[in-house]
C-alpha cells in the first residue's frame, strides 16, 4: 500500500509563494499529481509527473505559476507555486497513478490509486 505525505501548506499572502513536498512510499515507475479542492467545489489536478521519466504536464489554470519537480533521493515531490491567488486557496493533494495517460486524463481523480492526507493553503 502507497503512502503519500504532503506538507508545506499555510497562510500566504496574494502575490506570494509557497513550496508544497510529497513523499510517497513507493517510487518507481509511477505517476504523481497534485490534486486541489476548494470548499464545495470539485477536485481540480494542477500537475503531475512521471517519477522514472520526469515528463511533467501543469494544468492551464496554473501554467506559469506551478511548477512540478522530483526530488528523487527524498522520493518527494514539489509542487512550487508563485504568484498565488485568492482563487489558489484550497486543500492540495498529491496522488498517485500507476498508469501512463494523456490529455484530459490526466486530471482525473477517479484515475488515482491513493492519495494523501492533504495540507491546507489559504491565500489571502
Known amino acids: 500500500h502507497v503512502q503519500l505525505v504532503e506538507s508545506g501548506g499555510g497562510p500566504v499572502q496574494v502575490g506570494g509563494s509557497l513550496n508544497l513536498s510529497c513523499v510517497a512510499s513507493?517510487?518507481?515507475?509511477?505517476?504523481i499529481a497534485w490534486f486541489r479542492q476548494a470548499p464545495g467545489e470539485a477536485r481540480e489536478g494542477v500537475a503531475r509527473?512521471?517519477?522514472?521519466?520526469?515528463?511533467?504536464f501543469i494544468a492551464d489554470s496554473v501554467k506559469g505559476r506551478f511548477t512540478i519537480l522530483l526530488v528523487k533521493e527524498k522520493k518527494a515531490v514539489m509542487l512550487q507555486m508563485k504568484d498565488l491567488k485568492p482563487e489558489d486557496t484550497g486543500t492540495y493533494y498529491c496522488?498517485?497513478?500507476?498508469?501512463?495517460?494523456?490529455?484530459?486524463?490526466?486530471?482525473?481523480?477517479?484515475?488515482?490509486?491513493?492519495w494523501g492526507q492533504g495540507t491546507q493553503v489559504t491565500v489571502s
Open positions: 496522488a498517485e497513478d500507476t498508469v501512463g495517460r494523456s490529455g484530459s486524463a490526466h486530471w482525473d481523480p477517479a484515475k488515482y490509486n491513493y
Open positions: 513507493g517510487w518507481d515507475h509511477t505517476n
Open positions: 509527473i512521471g517519477s522514472t521519466s520526469g515528463t511533467a
